[in-house]
């Protein structure tokens, strides 16, 4: 974790990697920003080279020379690049396409390097485990390589194999990372808005865990275990005595580009049924089982010739590294979010981004009414089927960066895969209905909520935490009345006296007392009747003890009195 890397400041050894970032930095026209002569005086780097830049590279955007001067520090902030990118709160639509271009141009190690890595991490040599080793690799990125093998069983596997010595250099870049963020916060007020620490800390720990594969491992049994009996979708069998903390062994699938239709359609395949296909795929992730793969772009996909479906292809996906996960609200919310864009519920597509963001309240309710309502005109009055979900959701985030509502990283991350498999999509078929492809999955899990056997078990729930919480409560209400006698407890108050002195202020405390009565024996009669309930005494109807079912109707009814009060006097 994090907490475990220490501070690079103060650390001969890594003094020079201090410099080599800074004069990268400069190189690429990025010393105003860092205010690098104080960064120089640290790392007592050449003056001469920080006063040289590259000719040519400053006449280039910045937001390229960004992802250059990424791409030239190395693994590590390679994929500080393509996290960020992901991360549409914090970098603004241009930035973001030119990270999404970010490229591991790391040159691959040698086989027999490969070869020995293996044998460390499993205990058995290479001869030992497979048939065939191809030393050449497959594939290349920052973090490791692939090769292909054939087992002892002759299933053909990839051999993902971590590059030697990769975690300290990679522990050091995240040590310099988080001084780098520390350095921004105090000194560049543009960027201390963004937490530049919180989000090198996010980055670091989501980074530390794709070096070790066994958290890539269990994200592909888990993702495979969802889709189990799906002919639609094909995830690589993992292969756990053959994999470890630095290798990972799974089957190896082979197919199609996703991307070149015509090849698609000379294997049988139909890119119109298959768009369709991978949408609902997505779909099914998200709002089925709230645990999605983060990164699903063309190249961790290959389509597989199949007869078994109706498209002709099944969906093959690679590189379980990055993964999303979305808790049974949160998916209930986003659903409500999806639902209201389709059908253009305004009201409901601003309470389902209140419901999801970390604070779950907004500075001014009125004028954010009025902003979803503009958002909607402007890029929702059209048909479902000219609406781009990808352009509008994206959009949507500078509604929520303009009322300060901050969502969680993995609403993001969703953005992001919804996106990439909408772009897929429509590559395959232009005239693809996303949205309306969307909207079952979506009122499938809004329709579930009010289903008698989900309310029951809630009913169950309610009952158990209530019985908890009596037994625990007269000796902390205790506490609590014993401290209030000792005059250890202070509760600040402030109001501002109105014009009409204090009537105003005696008229709220009324409605308050009122709607705090009505909640408690509402609360109450719902505790009791889920108690009678649960405890199956006669008389019943359809065998459902008839006291606790009139209990139950009663402080529903008392509920929604309540809710409706609320609602009508402007929300909570």
Same mark, same amino acid.
């Given at each position: ?136 690799? !497959? $594939?290349?990125?920052?973090? =490791?390589? +692939?090769?292909?093998?054939?087992? *002892?069983?002759? &299933?053909? /596997? ?21 001084? !780098? $963020?520390?350095?921004?916060? =105090?000194? +560049?007020?543009?960027?201390?808005? *963004?937490?530049? &620490?919180? /989000? ?373």
């Amino acid at each position: 974790m994090i907490t475990e890397i220490r501070s690079a400041v103060g650390f001969a050894t890594q003094l020079p990697r201090y410099n080599e970032i800074v004069t990268i930095l400069f190189k690429y026209g990025f010393a105003d920003v860092l205010k690098l002569v104080a960064w120089q005086q640290i790392t007592g780097g050449d003056k001469g080279v920080l006063e040289t830049h590259a000719s040519g590279l400053l006449s280039k955007p910045p937001q390229e020379r960004l992802r250059l001067a990424l791409e030239e520090l190395g693994p590590t902030f390679i994929k500080f690049g393509q996290i960020l990118s992901s991360r549409r709160d914090l970098v603004d639509d241009i930035y973001y396409d030119e990270l999404c271009k970010l490229q591991d141009n790391v040159p691959t190690f040698p086989g027999s390097l490969a070869k020995e890595i293996f044998a460390r991490e499993i205990g058995k040599r290479v001869s030992e485990a497979f048939l065939e080793f191809d030393e050449k690799p !497959l $594939a290349g990125a920052s973090i =490791a390589q +692939v090769h292909r093998a054939v087992n *002892l069983d002759g &299933v053909m /596997v990839a051999v993902k194999v971590q590059r030697p010595d990769i975690r300290p250099v990679i522990e050091q870049d995240l040590s310099i990372l988080v001084d !780098l $963020a520390k350095f921004l916060e =105090a000194h +560049v007020p543009d960027f201390a808005s *963004l937490n530049p &620490v919180a /989000v090198v800390k996010e980055f670091a720990e989501t980074l530390l865990k794709e070096l070790d594969f066994t958290h890539e491992a269990g994200n592909a049994e888990r993702f495979a275990d969802q889709f189990r009996g799906n002919p639609a979708i094909k995830v690589p069998k993992l292969f756990r005595e053959l994999s470890g903390e630095r290798i990972l062994t799974m089957e190896f699938i082979a197919g199609q580009s996703v991307t070149k239709t015509e090849a698609l359609r000379s294997h049988g395949i139909d890119p119109i049924v298959l768009s369709e296909s991978i949408s609902g795929l997505i779909y099914e992730q998200v709002f089925t089982y709230g645990f999605f793969h983060g990164d699903p772009h063309p190249g961790n996909m290959a389509i597989i010739p199949s007869k078994d479906v109706p498209c002709g292809g099944v969906l093959g996906l690679y590189d379980y590294g990055m993964m999303g996960a979305f808790s049974p609200s949160f998916r209930s919310n986003l659903a409500q979010l999806i639902a209201g864009l389709g059908e253009k519920d305004n009201r409901q597509v601003m309470l389902a981004l209140i419901d999801m963001s970390e604070d779950g309240n907004v500075e001014d309710f009125d004028r954010m009414l009025r902003d979803v309502e503009d958002f909607s005109d402007k890029y929702l009055n059209k048909p479902l089927s000219e609406i781009n979900l990808s352009l509008v959701l994206n959009n949507l985030l500078e509604l929520l960066r303009a009322h300060r509502l901050r969502m969680k990283g993995s609403f993001y991350l969703g953005i992001k895969a919804l996106s990439q498999v909408e772009a897929v999509g429509r590559s395959l078929n232009p005239g693809l209905n996303f949205i309306e492809l969307g909207r079952p999955y979506a009122e499938k899990l809004i329709a579930g909520k009010y289903m008698p056997e989900h309310l029951l078990e809630l009913l169950k729930k309610l009952g158990t935490a209530s019985v908890d919480f009596l037994e625990v409560f007269p000796s902390d209400f205790r506490v609590l009345w014993n401290r209030m006698k000792r005059g250890e407890v202070t509760i600040p108050l402030q109001h501002r006296i109105d014009a009409q002195g204090i009537e105003p202020l005696r008229v709220t405390l009324d409605s308050i007392a009122n709607r705090l009565a009505n909640a408690i024996v509402a609360a109450s009669i719902l505790i009791c009747s889920a108690l009678l309930i649960h405890s199956g005494i006669p008389p019943k109807i359809w065998h459902i003890p008839l006291i606790g079912l009139i209990g139950l109707c009663w402080g529903g009814y008392m509920c929604l009195r309540i809710a409706l009060s609320t609602w009508k006097h402007g929300g909570l």
